[in-house]
């Protein structure tokens, strides 16, 4: 049995035209044992869960078909607005999945 590596884990990224923020990102459930059931969240929706609790993680697809765990994501706030990055050391005013595909 695979540990649970947070509630949601997030496999591809929609960005904005000015490439500063996220409109939506494709999550699925992390079961545990199993990934599984994805949706697409708006990045509003995304804050929220973060905000209520909710733990999300990057992950990749392996060249034979495995799930591989990236980073956490976090809310961070640069200034007066909130971004949600991989890299929470960076002060950059913008979203930052790392290398997470666009869909």
């Known amino acids: 049995m695979m540990d649970k590596w947070a509630d949601y884990l997030v496999s591809g ?6 490439q500063k923020h996220i409109d939506s990102v494709e999550v699925h459930s992390d079961f545990g044992c199993v990934v599984c059931e994805n949706i697409i969240l708006s990045r509003t929706d995304l804050i ?6 909710c733990t999300y993680a990057t992950v990749f697809r ?3 078909g495995k799930w591989r765990k990236g980073q956490e994501v976090r809310l961070v706030t640069v200034g007066t607005e909130e971004f949600l ?4 050391k960076n002060n950059v005013a913008a979203d930052n999945f790392d290398d ?3 869909f």
């Not at 929220?48 to 609790?53: R, S």
């Not at 990055?85 to 929470?88: A, E």
């Open 13 to 18: 990224v929609k960005t904005s035209p000015d």
């Open 48 to 53: 929220v869960n973060i905000k209520k609790g």
């Open 85 to 88: 990055r991989t890299d929470s």
């Open 62 to 64: 392996t060249a034979i």
């Open 100 to 102: 997470v595909p666009e």
